[in-house]
């Protein structure tokens, strides 16, 4: 029973601000308004789906935080309102947090710290962190709040049977891009759940910045971490965002800027392993200028070919190659094949012309950016899983350098420090290139000689051509259904009709109540019948740890 309120609070919790949004996006596209997002009227909607998301739980605060940068799916006042939702609620009370602190380690907080904080230095969805001492050093120790696990997963289970009742009414992109979000969503904040995997990212990362004075890791302390407690060093630090304390400590906030997008960009581009939630409760300066960054539970890895092609995609972007970066597009998945390519190369052609301006003040720009967003909005997009994270973290830099410039753009201001980091990697390009060009010539001309092959063939009249008896049992298959759902309408139809003349002649209502129950039944069962099976689909095992 508790199953079945929670499953009606999440509908009547999120379906009518959705659909208010729906509403203001089409009669936008109606009525030609150029896209008037900052109306204070469309902005309490947008409110009161951030709010929506905020009262339904830890889940949809966090769904909510990767949806916050999916331009596609959502017009830009409501994605403006998303980006305020920040991960932090009320804390638990301590003495719980005690009781559930002993039962996951078998000690008691007075036995296994020298002394521990009363009142706990952040609170967030699924855990809250509070300060220690442990054998004379400070320590920040972070607990997942109980039963939270059991929480999560109730709500998505829920979300999984709500999104599959919309696909059966509802056959567009953007709700398979949604659902391609939900499912990296449901394993992305399981991992997040797993503190005794965050201790492993934690080792990845010290050993990566090792030695490098641009980045400061807090280390795993004593023996008590495990699946629900991490234990680390506290850092002491200024958090990013407070712009005015980060000035007075007479930091230059400039180089800080571009120090943050290089570090990320080297492991989203370098490395292949990128910590996937930099919002600022999680980064700080130090008092020598280092980037501190904290809470390692959402670190993804990205495959070597995908990296290879997002390098591409940057230098073609670099070069205003609008033909490569469509091409890097389909390369990535991001498009299916039959979207029209011309009218893309346009779109990514008007996006970059207006990124890279300097004349153009955030409000006009955010303006004319929803214009044209309103082409890839009708577009199928369906990005890869890691890709959602990659353009999360990318959104959440650039949200960072804007508190410090507000005019900063990460295509415009970051191409420079990309383009230098990247120069080892363009010398290997051009390398892959020649390569590439060797290997299309020889294929060309073992074209050429198969070509000439068959027309010598078909000139001596020896050509032969083999129909498999496969490919006529998958036409056959394909037909049998088209008739099948033909002849399932045509009954519907013919019902419907029968009823409706009966009842001008006899005036029986039950007959045309029978009708109408036998047509409507019939359709859902039309709608319900399965579709053609298509090819399934080789999914690639996660990494679920970095070494």
């Known amino acids: 029973m508790g199953l079945f309120f929670r499953f009606w609070r999440i509908v009547w919790g999120l379906v009518p601000p959705i659909a208010m949004m729906i509403r203001d996006y089409h009669l936008s596209l109606v009525t030609g308004e150029t896209f008037q ?44 309102e998303l980006r305020r939702l920040h991960d932090a609620v009320p804390p638990m009370k301590t003495r719980r947090i005690k009781r559930h602190f002993r039962r996951v380690t078998g000690k008691r907080v007075e036995e296994a710290f020298d002394s521990f904080e009363e009142e706990c230095i952040a609170s967030a969805s699924l855990g809250q962190v509070h300060g220690a001492m442990y054998r004379g050093m400070p320590v920040a120790v972070k607990i997942l709040k109980p039963r939270i696990r059991e929480t999560v997963d109730k709500d998505l289970q829920l979300l999984a049977a709500v999104l599959s009742i919309a696909t059966i009414f509802f056959k567009n992109p953007q709700l398979s891009s949604l659902i391609t979000i939900f499912y990296e969503f449901s394993k992305t904040i399981h991992e997040e759940m797993d503190l005794k995997l965050e201790a492993e990212h934690v080792a990845y990362f010290r050993r990566r910045y090792e030695g490098d004075d641009r980045v400061v890791i807090p280390a795993v302390v004593g023996d008590i971490s495990n699946r629900d407690v991490l ?25 800080l800027t571009d120090r943050l997008v290089t570090i990320f960009a080297e492991q989203i581009l370098r490395d292949g392993v990128f910590h996937a939630d930099p919002h600022p409760g999680n980064i700080f300066v130090t008092s020598r200028g280092q980037i501190g ?36 597009a389909f390369e990535l998945r991001l498009l299916r094949s039959d979207v029209n390519p011309l009218m893309l190369r346009q779109a990514a052609r008007r996006l970059m012309a207006i990124a890279l301006r300097d004349d153009l003040g955030p409000l006009q720009m955010q303006r004319i950016v929803h214009q044209v967003m309103q082409v890839f909005y009708e577009l199928p997009l369906q990005l890869p899983g890691d890709l959602v994270y990659v353009l999360k973290t990318m959104s959440l830099v650039e949200g960072l350098g804007a508190t410090y410039r507000p005019r900063y753009n990460l295509l415009k201001d970051g191409l420079p420090i ?48 083999r129909i498999y008896r496969g490919d006529i049992d998958e036409l056959e298959r394909i037909a049998g259904y088209t008739v099948r759902r ?10 419907g009709l029968t009823c409706g003349v009966i009842f001008l002649h006899t005036g029986y209502w039950w007959v045309l109540l029978l009708g109408s129950v036998f047509s409507i039944f019939a359709m859902l069962g039309l709608f319900l019948l399965p579709n053609v099976p298509k090819t399934p689909r080789i999914i690639h095992p996660r990494r679920r740890s970095v070494g």
């Open 37 to 80: 997002w900052e109306t204070a009227k469309r902005r309490r909607r947008a409110r009161k789906l951030v709010d929506a998301f905020a009262r339904l739980g830890p889940t949809f605060i966090k769904l909510a935080q990767v949806l916050a940068a999916r331009a596609d799916l959502f017009p830009g006042i409501y994605l403006s």
């Open 418 to 465: 990309l383009k230098r980091l990247l120069e080892p990697e363009l010398e290997r390009l051009e390398t892959r290139v020649l390569e590439s060009v060797i290997e299309e010539g020889k294929a060309a001309w073992n074209l050429y000689e198969n070509l000439k092959f068959v027309m010598e063939l078909a000139a001596r009249e020896e050509l032969t051509i």
């Open 486 to 495: 033909l002849i399932a309408l045509l009954i519907v139809f013919g019902g």
């Open 231 to 255: 234990v680390l060093e506290f850092l002491e630090g200024i958090r990013i965002s407070d712009v005015d304390a980060v000035r007075a400590a007479g930091h230059d906030t400039v180089a």
């Open 293 to 328: 960054l904290v809470d390692f539970g959402l670190v993804l890895t990205i495959p070597a070919e995908d990296r290879h092609s997002y390098i591409e995609a940057v230098v073609a972007a670099a070069r205003r190659d609008y033909d490569a970066l469509v091409d890097k």
